[in-house]
């Protein structure tokens, strides 16, 4: 049912979006997210028998296409699709034998945003804004680690889900009427968007040494840079 109104609300938005008499301008994406917690966006981590195990996040990228059309000279709303690969590093700090292993992965899924902006003029053609909303975040599949010492599974929780989305950042309209922006997004789910169980064997020549089963969660927080560009508007005409 959650789902169902989720995507209700994203029908009725672009409707609206598109349906209005004003100035839309179409363009593209591109975000590289930043590896680390800069802002703390949040660490999954379990320590069980000895062991310390952590999913630090690592560089990424987002890239799609944008809609946004304007109400007036302040006001917008933004919205389109975009690709997004998350990358992460399985770590484990294993006391019992004085080891630590990494193992990499990624979480690739599709984010459908809306956005309202709100602007700030800075200059004639230099203006600063700020934007807020909700995005759908869709993710294709399940992910797995399948090694001697190591067998984990991803399970995502749900095949879609909600989440918060912010934006901070300053645009130059050029006077051909195309426009740059730079600024950083925080991509926040309403919760956890995956599942971890993990079997590991700190001695795999070792026939009596007992695997450890456990699991755990992560987010899918993370900050992002932004660049995009739009194209020239289209203007609707009124009709008289």
Same mark, same amino acid.
């Given at each position: 049912?959650?789902? #169902?109104?989720?995507?209700?609300?994203?029908?009725?938005?672009?409707?609206?979006? $598109?349906?209005?008499?004003?100035?839309?301008?179409?363009g593209? =994406?591109?975000?590289?997210?930043?590896?680390? =917690?800069? $802002?703390?966006?949040?660490?999954a981590?379990?320590?069980?028998?000895?062991?310390?195990?952590?999913?630090?996040?690592?560089?990424?990228?987002?890239?799609?296409?944008?809609?946004?059309?304007?109400?007036? !000279?302040?006001? =917008? $709303?933004?919205?389109?699709?975009?690709? @997004?690969?998350?990358?992460?590093?399985?770590?484990?700090?294993?006391?019992?034998?004085?080891?630590?292993?990494?193992?990499?992965?990624?979480?690739?899924?599709?984010? @459908?945003? #809306?956005?309202?902006? $709100?602007?700030?003029?800075?200059?004639?053609?230099?203006f600063?804004?700020?934007?807020?909303g909700i995005?759908?975040?869709?993710?294709? =599949?399940?992910?797995?680690? /399948?090694?001697?010492?190591?067998?984990?599974?991803?399970?995502?929780?749900?095949?879609?889900?909600?989440?918060?989305?912010?934006? /901070?950042?300053?645009?130059?309209?050029?006077?051909?009427?195309?426009?740059?922006y /730079?600024?950083?997004? *925080?991509?926040?789910?309403?919760?956890?968007?995956?599942?971890? #169980?993990?079997?590991?064997?700190?001695? @795999?020549?070792?026939?009596?040494?007992?695997?450890?089963?456990?699991?755990? *969660?992560?987010?899918?927080? *993370?900050?992002? /840079?932004?660049?995009?560009?739009?194209?020239?508007p289209?203007?609707? !005409?009124? @009709?008289?």
């Amino acid at each position: 049912m959650k789902i #169902v109104f989720l995507l209700l609300f994203y029908f009725s938005a672009l409707t609206v979006v $598109i349906g209005q008499e004003k100035e839309t301008v179409f363009g593209f =994406s591109f975000k590289p997210v930043i590896s680390g =917690s800069l $802002i703390n966006e949040g660490l999954a981590e379990r320590n069980e028998a000895g062991l310390r195990v952590q999913i630090p996040k690592l560089f990424g990228y987002s890239a799609g296409m944008n809609i946004r059309h304007s109400f007036t !000279k302040r006001f =917008s $709303i933004e919205s389109g699709i975009h690709f @997004v690969q998350r990358n992460y590093s399985f770590d484990i700090d294993d006391r019992n034998y004085n080891i630590f292993t990494q193992r990499s992965f990624r979480v690739v899924g599709y984010q @459908v945003p #809306v956005l309202a902006l $709100i602007y700030v003029q800075l200059t004639r053609q230099i203006f600063m804004d700020v934007s807020f909303g909700i995005t759908a975040d869709l993710y294709p =599949s399940d992910v797995a680690i /399948l090694d001697d010492d190591l067998l984990a599974e991803m399970r995502r929780r749900n095949w879609v889900s909600p989440a918060l989305e912010a934006n /901070l950042g300053w645009e130059w309209r050029s006077k051909n009427a195309s426009t740059i922006y /730079l600024g950083a997004t *925080y991509h926040r789910p309403f919760g956890d968007i995956y599942y971890v #169980v993990f079997e590991y064997d700190g001695d @795999v020549n070792d026939p009596l040494n007992q695997e450890i089963l456990s699991d755990m *969660y992560f987010d899918g927080n *993370y900050l992002t /840079l932004d660049f995009r560009y739009f194209f020239k508007p289209v203007r609707k !005409k009124a @009709v008289n």
